[in-house]
């Protein structure tokens, strides 16, 4: 079945940056675009990043030139290298199969930067 383990998140200032990591297991990993997605409390979940199978990236305009997407398919693993993080960022950062989510969804990693 499918398992997706988000890693990484933790408690920044805002300026700082985090890496965020992303196992997945119980698919063709290679075969599959993926996205980062976040949830901020209240707020539905977005989609941050994405990228496709043959390494093509997509940002949200909020992180655009600040968050890297990138996949390494011999690991089964997509990152999220955030930088010049803002207050608010903060949410909980899940990786899922882009445009069509996988019904499981990983228990995600919270980032949370203070001002």
């Known amino acids: 079945q499918v398992q997706l383990v988000e890693s990484g998140g933790g408690l920044v200032q805002a300026g700082g940056t985090l890496s965020l990591s992303c196992a997945a297991n119980?698919?063709?990993?290679?075969?599959?675009?993926m996205a980062w997605y976040r949830q901020a409390s209240g707020k539905p979940r977005e989609v941050v990043a994405r990228?496709?199978?043959?390494?093509?990236?997509n940002y949200a305009d909020s992180v655009k030139g600040r968050f890297t997407i990138s996949r390494d398919n011999a690991k089964n693993t997509v990152f999220l290298q955030m930088n010049s993080l803002k207050p608010e960022d903060t949410a909980v950062y899940y990786c899922?199969?882009?445009?069509?989510?996988?019904?499981?969804w990983g228990q995600g990693t919270l980032v949370t930067v203070s001002s």
């Open positions: 899922n199969a882009y445009p069509s989510p996988y019904t499981y």
């Open positions: 119980g698919f063709s990993f290679n075969r599959v675009a």
């Open positions: 990228i496709s199978t043959g390494g093509n990236t």
